[in-house]
């Protein structure tokens, strides 16, 4: 019997790869846009913790049932371009206007950015596939010379084609956050594969952009503090901790059986409130963490952020359909360390679930009018936990590009922003809600994190 809690472990190689093309894609038919027109951007795109690219990497065998048809790239490439028809933002480029805020523009030369790569190796020699890599890196493109963050004038859609020497193949994305969030990405991925798939244009649901629906009011009105957008007083020993050497990523596989127990043990003793497997989930992993990483001092009080999909909480009026823009609010729980280390599973989720109960439409607004009227302009990490769930995403279902799902789709590298922890699904067929937990830690508290992690009893929930 395969146990609750599997720590993964994937090969450290290096992956040579050789690019032999790189182009613009354009839209293949009529498009509302010309040179010089622009598009808005809400507050919720334009954030600065969504001023990222957001890579990922899909793998197909060699044994893929379109291999003796057209080539590859000409069916990606192809179904790409009228694909950006209807989802026209992605052939534009960003640029900054007054006071920090981003847009979209359209120029002379734009598109999206399409490369063709090879590789000697084998999909074989990767090891593990569901287990994601950070040596993956090189199956996702980065323009020569790209800068961190950079963003500006970039092509806001890079697809890299790789070909492994036993036919099988990757495809490595990355996508600016500032168009879409995970449920929109999903949604875009979808309808270039359906297109790829069919070999003409799908798009269910017709995409639409309506950003002006997430205008700030006039005059702004803040409700909430917004404590996960403050800055931090970073009084701990925490990011030190991490950042001292690099950390490494970990990955585990949770069983559905051990999820349900951490959500019974997350109820509430008195019966006042239940908890969801994802609040038992993040609330577990944040005290594994915390203490792994032995944090000091016990007083210090640290956050646990993550994204909360908004749209069903929006009645007045609802969001179209088809809206695959930024519907996330950030929530924020908090706690001592002290509270973390000696505390219940229970009272940590509590705190997990009031966050994400927090968030409501007006809290959305609340937080729209928070970013128009301060704009924060940097990231802020100290004494924080960042989960982002990607467990509820049908990345795999999406990626069907006519040669069968993806033996893996999801993230590559989290050691570049090592205070973000990755809830994935597992890619089998018959995972049955599987989920496998990726982070990053200082190599000397990893057994230590492990330990924890696979508790789900210990001598702090006794006297619960």
């Not at 009529?30 to 954030?47: E, F, K």
């Not at 009026?317 to 706690?335: D, I, M, Q, R, W």
């Not at 999801?410 to 809600?433: A, H, N, R, Y």
């Amino acid at each position: 019997m395969a146990p609750w809690v599997e720590e993964l472990h994937f090969p450290h190689l290096e992956i040579p790869v050789t690019i032999s093309h790189v182009g613009l894609v354009m839209p293949s038919g009529t498009v509302p846009t010309a040179p010089g027109h622009t598009l808005y951007l809400s507050n919720l795109d334009d954030i600065i913790g969504a001023r990222v690219f957001t890579p990922t990497v899909y793998f197909y065998p060699s044994h893929a049932p379109r291999s003796d048809q057209k080539p590859v790239m000409e069916i990606l490439r192809n179904a790409l371009a009228s694909v950006l028809v209807p989802y026209y933002a992605f052939a534009g480029r960003i640029r900054e206007t007054e006071n920090g805020k981003l847009e979209v523009f359209f120029g002379q030369e734009q598109g999206a950015l399409m490369v063709e790569a090879r590789t000697e190796m084998a999909l074989a020699s990767l090891g593990d596939l569901t287990v994601p890599n950070p040596a993956w890196l090189p199956l996702v493109y980065f323009c020569p010379n790209e800068e961190p963050y950079r963003l500006i004038n970039m092509p806001l859609l890079i697809a890299q084609v790789t070909f492994f020497s036993c036919g099988g193949f990757s495809l490595g994305l990355r996508l600016c956050h500032c168009l879409c969030d995970g449920l929109g990405a999903m949604q875009f991925v979808r309808a270039w594969a359906a297109t790829a798939k069919a070999g003409t244009l799908i798009t269910n649901p017709r995409p639409c952009w309506d950003r002006e629906f997430f205008k700030p009011r006039n005059p702004p009105i803040i409700k909430y503090p917004h404590i996960e957008f403050m800055k931090i007083d970073d009084g701990s020993s925490l990011t030190m901790s991490l950042w001292q050497k690099k950390p490494i990523q970990k990955c585990y596989r949770i069983s559905p059986e051990f999820q349900a127990q951490l959500k019974a043990l997350g109820q509430s003793a008195d019966g006042k409130f239940t908890c969801t497997t994802f609040d038992a989930m993040a609330a577990h992993v944040w005290r594994s963490w915390v203490k792994a990483l032995d944090v000091q001092p016990l007083d210090y009080n640290l956050r646990l952020t993550f994204s909360v999909n908004a749209r069903q909480k929006l009645q007045n009026p609802p969001l179209k359909e088809g809206f695959y823009g930024n519907v996330v609010c950030v929530a924020c729980a908090t706690s001592t360390v002290s509270n973390l280390v000696n505390g219940c599973l229970s009272d940590t989720a509590r705190l997990v679930r009031e966050a994400r109960l927090n968030i409501s439409e007006e809290y959305l607004k609340s937080t729209l009018d928070y970013v128009e009227v301060n704009r924060p302009r940097r990231l802020e990490f100290g004494g924080k936990l960042t989960i982002t769930q990607w467990t509820r995403f049908s990345i795999y279902e999406s990626a069907d590009f006519g040669w069968g799902r993806p033996v893996y789709a999801g993230t590559i590298d989290l050691t570049l922003t090592p205070q973000v922890c990755v809830f994935l699904p597992e890619g089998g067929s018959d995972s049955s809600g599987t989920m496998v937990v990726c982070i990053c830690l200082p190599e000397s508290a990893t057994n230590k994190f492990t330990k924890h992690l696979s508790m789900i009893l210990d001598s702090s929930h006794e006297n619960c």
